[in-house]
Each structure stands twice: as structure tokens, then as C-alpha cells.
């Protein structure tokens, strides 16, 4: 029988690029199977190319060569050269992975096996040539990468997707390779294989998008949609929208056709206590005053939302909306009761140091480039408003056949500061961004802690990074609102954009958040538009107290008995206004202070800032003052008088301080606040 196996001369490329697949898809089941997997950038399908295209060539080589070696030795053992040729790939992509060995080796293993005994087979039996077996391999792992990345998308929002996006295409492969091997003993016709790679490809694919692609609804026949989609750290005065020097045309155009806020104040300085506050609609405690750091530490782990009656997302479920939640901030994920009722969620890690090049989507190739060609490997801060944006997008695009709520919390402009090139203000500065963390010691950047300083002649350059920051995500609203449109649901969706608070940037002497409650730090936009909703601009200071009364009021929804805010629902739609005499409360919570935390109430003009514990207050004419630079406490006695009043009527109305006893960490959030810098 005449041995179909080529001469070393003559090998067809076809089994090479049917391997190089095949290493494609163990290198996205592997991206896939990540908790932060959500999808792929056009960058990413240009790397995902360039390697497959490296490793074809790089098998072919190794193949050649093998051959080529043997054969002056007088052997010809079909398949071992391709097995061979596999391993040494697979030993290089290998060589600085974290743990051997793996289910991935043990992949490896059977797949080069299987691959040299078929081509062994066809050597033997004389029905299929070598180029024909490598057009069945392209064929199966092209409808294999097919069945991967349907799996991925459908099974999107899954707490399952690990086990499922291993599971349903290796299910898919199954009856792939059978109608491959059966076409293979048919004396491998073209035509047929042709066959096999249209079905195998094309059904995965297109039975993906017949799920997730519904039709819209008809027009008026359900509830409104809501969109809340909260910015971290984001300070309102830096932003066109309020006056400010970054551009943000995005927001301007939902500030034009619906309600802004000119002074919304957030519940806290920082995430923890403001995001509790705000969907529970209750204040959050402050520190017990005069306590030691450690017990701060204890309290500040202690944050929670009231899950004892049914949450916002739990009520609208019960009233038929579909719920989801995309957080990029590293603790909200696990903090109780914060994410309780929401049907598709997600989180993507911010302080994380990783490569976001081309070949992001490739662990494998990734790992080996930063450890023998670094030079090609891009090592920055992981772009979760990317990830958050992919999700948000795909909830909208499988959900709009239905009334939605959807919750999307980026990171940004939260350090680490890393925007765009074209984005930033000042592009030369002495680091390539600013990630005051643990690894960005690496680039000489100052990490958090007591000798934390910035030179003054890169505070600017700092500011410039936060600025691009803030433009960044104006961008991604607009992604968003985009979405909508293309969707078709864009008039009968209802849009809030807020943030947790603020970020001093050595407005007074201080970087970051949480140790204080000036304007920068709690003072954050707050704008709502869409159907129903009045074109506006309400001068008056507002709570954020009051955003889950109001969402809940616009969607229908009854209010529980525990919230402790009011409705803002009835200023939106241009029946009432702001009593411009009510006043507005903040606590300070972090323990970053060397002192008490404070307590603040803003009336007016005028807002009162004072020391936990004690009768040190210092008062602002935000009208003249609203960088907060005078304290005129001593000109105003009668207004300290009325507004320390306020602010222990306040106190008293509600548990206003975590008891004293000792409590367990939440270890998950404890590793959070460390990562995130508040420890």
C-alpha cells in the first residue's frame, strides 16, 4: 500500500494549522474560564490571528525539521514528528505557568495522541491523505472556537460559566469530529468536509444569536426601562456639564433633555458607607468617636445594605423587570446584601497589573511573552470599563424585548488613573500612569500609606491622568445611550448618572477620598432623563438619600417602610420643587483622619462641617466661597447655632454610630479595602 505520509519537502501546511487551532481554543477556554472574561476587543481577534498565524508556522518549522532529522536516519514513523512538534509548543507556552501539572496538560496530551494515531491511521489505510486529516482538524476546532465563543456570550452573566463553557462545546466537538471521521472513511471528499465545517460552524453561531437577539418590544406595551449607572469617584466640578474644564458632551446632551442637579451630595467620601447608605435608603453609621484605629478598622468591615425587607432589585423582579448588575468596584461584589436580587450580575477587579495588548485573550502565549519578550507584552491597570460596558451592552441587546433595570457601577475615574494617550492634558510624567497600589513601585509610583507624597511638580500631571479619566468615561455613557438607540428602546428608557463621591486632588492638601467632606470630595453629579422626565437644572442641595425612593417612584414601585429618603419623583416630572430650607447630611467614615471623623449639613448657602465628638465646627459660604477656603464660623454665630441644631436632631434620629462590640472580619472585603487602599 503506498504510504500517503509526504516527504519532508512536500508537508502540506493543512495538519499545522489544524494544530495551531486547536491551541487557539485551549488558549480561550483558558481566557474564558476567568472570572474577569468579557469578551473580546477587536485588538484582541488581531492578536488571537497573529498567534494562531505564529503557531502554524511555528509547527510547520518544527515538523520540517523533525522529519528532516529522522529521515537521515532512516525513520519514518507517520504522526511522530507532529506529536513531537506539539509537545515542544506546548513545553514553551508552558514554562512559566503558576502550577504543573493541569487539566490542560492532560488536554495536551490526549489531543497530540489523538491527532499522530489518525494520522498514523490514514497513513496505514491509505483513505485520507495528511492535508485532508489537517482540513478535518481546521474543520473541528473552527467549529469548536465557534461553539466557544457562543458559549461564552450566552452564558454571559452565569455564576456557572467556568464549568459551562468547558462542558457545552466540548458537547458540540462531539458530533462534529464523528461526521469528520465518517467523511474521512468516505475517502475524505471535499465537498463534504466543506459540509461538515458550515454546519459545525455556522450552528453554534446562529443558535446564539437566535436566543439573545430578541425582536423589541411593541412600543407602549410595557413599563419604562432604567438605566443607573453610577461613575466612581467622580467630582462634580471637574465636568463641562457643571462648569468644569474636562469636556463631557455626552452629559451635557442628557443634562439638556432631562433634570440636572446642580448640588447633589453623596451619603460618605468614600464607596463603602455611600453605596450602603444609598440602597438602603438609610444613613449610614459614622466611627464611634474617640475610638482607636483598630476599632475603626472593625467598624468600617461592617458596612452593609438592609436586606431584611425586599431591596430595590427584588421588588422590581416581583413587579416583572429583569435585573442586572455590572460593578467594577473590588469589595461592592461582597458586601451583604448589595448585590441581593439581581438576576444577571458581574464584576471586573480594577487593581489588577496585566497585559491588555493584543494578546490579552492568549493566558498561555501572554505568560511566556512578559517572561522571554516583554518588549511585546503591555503591562497596565485591567480596563474594567471595558468589560462593564460588554456586559451592559449584552444585557441590553438580550433583554429588550422586556422591562429592565440595570445597574452599572464603573471603576473610573477611581485610581488607577490610566486614560487613553489622546486623552490626557499633560502626556509627558515621570510614571506611565498613576497606580498608587501595591506593583506600582515598579514605575517608582508613591504607594498609599503614611509617607504617601506626590512632588508638586507632579501633582498636575496627576490631575491631567484624572481629567482624561473623567472624559473616558463621558465616552462610555455615550457607549450606553448608543446601545439604547440601536436597540430601539432608547425613548421609553430612563437614565440616572451619579457617582459614590468626589476626589481630593490637593484641593486642600490631601489626595484620595474619605478623609474629608469638602465639596470635592461629596458634592457629585447627579442628572436624570428620559420619558416623563422635565428639562431642568435644580439649584437647591439634594440627598443621595433619596435616589432608590425616587428610581422606585419612576418605575412604579411601592416604597418600603425603612427607606429613609423622599422622592425626588415628583421635581423630575415638573410637579414640585426643592424646599430650598431642607437640609442635606454627610458623614465622614473612613479612618484616614488622624482625628474624629466629621459630620456635615449643608442649608443653602451654608454648610457646617463639624469634629465627632466635640463642639470644633467650621462653617462655609458656599455662595462666595465654594472652594471652601474661609471658615466663617466666627462672623455667623446665629447660623452655627441653627445648623449644629440640624445636625443633632440628625444624630438622634437614627442609630448614628456602630456599637463598640467586636464583630469578624468579612475577609473578602477586608481584602478589598486593602487592595483599594482604605487599609
Known amino acids: 500500500m503506498r504510504s500517503n505520509e509526504s516527504s519532508p519537502g512536500e508537508y502540506p501546511a493543512w495538519s499545522a494549522a489544524g494544530m495551531a487551532l486547536f491551541f487557539l481554543y485551549l488558549e480561550s477556554l483558558k481566557a474564558m474560564r476567568a472570572s474577569q472574561w468579557s469578551g473580546l476587543l477587536p485588538s484582541h481577534w488581531l492578536g488571537v490571528g497573529v498567534a494562531g498565524l505564529f503557531y502554524a ?24 514528528a507532529l506529536f513531537v512538534a506539539g509537545a515542544v509548543l506546548w513545553g514553551l507556552l508552558s514554562t512559566h505557568r503558576e502550577e504543573t501539572p493541569t487539566l490542560d496538560d492532560g488536554i495536551v496530551a490526549v489531543m497530540l495522541a489523538g491527532f499522530s494515531f489518525a494520522l498514523w491511521l490514514g497513513n496505514r489505510t491509505g483513505r485520507y491523505s495528511e ?68 454546519v459545525g460552524v455556522a450552528t453554534p453561531l446562529l443558535a446564539v444569536f437566535a436566543l439573545l437577539y430578541a425582536p423589541a418590544r411593541d412600543d ?83 458596612y452593609e445594605v438592609d436586606y431584611e425587607t425586599p431591596t430595590l432589585p427584588m421588588r422590581l423582579e416581583e413587579a416583572g423587570y429583569r435585573t442586572g448588575a455590572f460593578t467594577a468596584n473590588a469589595f461592592l461584589p461582597v458586601v ?16 489588577l ?15 511566556a511573552l512578559r517572561a522571554w519578550c516583554p518588549v511585546l507584552v503591555d503591562i497596565r491597570p485591567h480596563n474594567t470599563t471595558h468589560d462593564l460596558d460588554h456586559y451592559a451592552r449584552a444585557f441590553i441587546r438580550r433583554h429588550r424585548d422586556k422591562p429592565f433595570f440595570l445597574w452599572i457601577h464603573y471603576i473610573d475615574p477611581h485610581a488607577p488613573y490610566d486614560p487613553p494617550e489622546d486623552l490626557r492634558r499633560v502626556t509627558e510624567g515621570p510614571w506611565p500612569f498613576f497606580h498608587p497600589y501595591v506593583g506600582g513601585e515598579v514605575w517608582g509610583i508613591p504607594i498609599l500609606g503614611k509617607d504617601f507624597s506626590v512632588a508638586q511638580p507632579d ?103 425603612s427607606w429613609q429618603g423622599t422622592s425626588l419623583g415628583p421635581v423630575l416630572r415638573g410637579d ?39 463642639n470644633r465646627v467650621s462653617l462655609y459660604d458656599l455662595a462666595t466661597d465654594p472652594g471652601e477656603t474661609a471658615d466663617v464660623a466666627a462672623a455667623h454665630p446665629e447660623v452655627v447655632t441653627r445648623l449644629t441644631t440640624l445636625l443633632d436632631e440628625w444624630l438622634a434620629s437614627f442609630p448614628a454610630y456602630f456599637d463598640e462590640a467586636p464583630a469578624e472580619f468579612n475577609r473578602e472585603m477586608e481584602q478589598g479595602l486593602e487592595g483599594m487602599g482604605y487599609l
Not at 166 to 180: F, I, S
Request: aromatic share 10%.
Open 131 to 198: 492535508a485532508q486529516l489537517g482540513g478535518a482538524l481546521i474543520v473541528l476546532w473552527l467549529s469548536g472556537l465557534a461553539a466557544l465563543h457562543g458559549a461564552g456570550q450566552y452564558f454571559l452573566f452565569s455564576p456557572q460559566r467556568a464549568r459551562e463553557v468547558t462542558l457545552y462545546p466540548a458537547l458540540w466537538l462531539a458530533p462534529v469530529g464523528l461526521g469528520l471521521a465518517t467523511v474521512l472513511c468516505w475517502k475524505a471528499r471535499t465537498s463534504l468536509l466543506a459540509g461538515v465545517a458550515v
Open 353 to 367: 497589573l496585566e497585559d491588555n495588548g493584543y494578546f490579552n485573550q492568549l493566558p498561555f502565549l501572554s505568560a
Open 576 to 614: 414640585a420643587t426643592v424646599r430650598p430650607d431642607r437640609p442635606v447630611f454627610s458623614h465622614g467614615t473612613s479612618n484616614k483622619s488622624t482625628e474624629n471623623p466629621q459630620h456635615m449639613v449643608v442649608v443653602g448657602d451654608y454648610k457646617l462641617i463639624r469634629v465627632a465628638g466635640s
Open 459 to 561: 501633582q498636575d500631571y496627576v490631575r491631567s491622568l484624572y481629567e482624561g479619566e473623567v472624559a473616558y468615561i463621558d465616552g462610555f455613557v455615550g457607549r450606553i445611550q448608543d446601545a439604547l438607540t440601536q436597540a430601539g428602546i432608547a425613548e421609553e428608557t430612563l437614565f440616572c448618572f451619579t457617582s459614590d463621591h468626589g476626589e481630593e486632588l490637593w484641593d486642600h492638601g490631601s489626595w484620595g477620598h474619605g478623609q474629608s467632606l469638602y465639596d470635592e470630595m461629596i458634592r457629585v453629579p447627579l442628572i436624570v432623563a428620559g420619558p416623563g422626565i422635565a428639562p431642568q437644572v435644580v439649584s437647591e442641595p439634594v440627598s443621595a438619600i433619596d435616589l432608590v425612593p425616587t428610581l422606585a417612584d419612576l418605575l412604579g414601585v411601592t416604597p418600603a417602610n
Open 336 to 351: 451583604p446584601g448589595m448585590m441581593f436580587g439581581y438576576q444577571d450580575r458581574a464584576s471586573a477587579h480594577p487593581i
Open 220 to 302: 407602549g406595551a410595557q413599563q419604562p426601562n432604567m438605566v443607573f449607572l453610577i461613575s466612581d469617584t467622580l467630582r462634580a466640578d471637574y465636568c463641562s456639564v457643571y462648569g468644569g474644564d474636562v469636556p463631557t458632551p455626552r452629559l451635557e446632551a442628557m443634562a439638556d433633555s432631562g433634570t440636572r442637579f446642580d448640588r447633589h451630595y453623596a451619603l460618605s467620601p468614600w464607596t463603602l458607607p455611600s453605596m450602603t447608605g444609598l440602597f438602603s435608603s438609610q444613613y449610614p453609621k459614622s466611627l464611634t468617636p474617640d475610638s482607636d484605629h483598630g476599632a475603626w478598622i472593625l467598624q468600617m468591615n461592617q
Open 57 to 80: 508556522l511555528l509547527l510547520w518549522a518544527l515538523v520540517v525539521g523533525i522529519r528532516r532529522g529522522t529521515s537521515g536516519l532512516g525513520l519514518r514513523v507517520p504522526g511522530c
